[in-house]
């Protein structure tokens, strides 16, 4: 089976914003079972990363870090859109607009300290959009256990 679906996302100015909750609600909708779901963002300012969602001091660090690689300014060419939006171009080169996580049982195999996130690299907020792909198994109806897989 496979679904796809768009989550949308109203993010805050330069911030990174947990979606894991609201990603694992679409999988338990869709009554998924084991497989692959792939997150793509449709923005070129904008990005996806895995990472830690126990202290919120990485992310601020992570924004700083990406701040002072691509710092705005007048030393683009382009700035048609404002000065925050080359860099955030930048940015998003330097992170991913696409990640595939496993799903196993209709749960996200993320870590236990890991979180999927948009990372608003504008500094104004936005509505994003996530489009998610499962492919994969559904769950098995009510009673029946997941199967055993063989050792073969």
């Known amino acids: ?57 990485v992310r ?13 300014g007048p030393i683009y060419r382009h700035s ?5 939006d080359m860099p955030a171009h930048i940015k998003t080169v330097l992170t991913q607009t696409s990640i595939a996580i496993p799903v196993l049982h209709g749960r996200l195999m993320l870590g236990t300290w890991q979180g999927l996130y948009v990372v608003e690299h504008r500094s104004r907020p936005h509505t994003r959009e996530v489009l998610l792909h499962f492919s994969g198994t559904r769950a098995p109806q009510p009673g029946r256990p997941y199967p055993v897989p063989s050792r073969d």
Do not use: C, W, Y
């Open 80 to 84: 048609v859109e404002g000065p925050d």
């Open 1 to 57: 089976m496979q679904f796809i679906e768009t989550l949308s996302i109203r993010t805050k100015p330069r911030s990174m914003l947990d979606i894991s909750s609201a990603v694992q609600d679409r999988l338990v909708a869709f009554e998924s079972g084991d497989g692959l779901l792939t997150a793509f963002i449709r923005h070129t300012s904008a990005s996806l990363t895995i990472q830690e969602n126990a202290d919120p001091d």
């Open 60 to 72: 601020a660090d992570l924004l700083d870090a990406l701040d002072r690689l691509a710092p705005a």
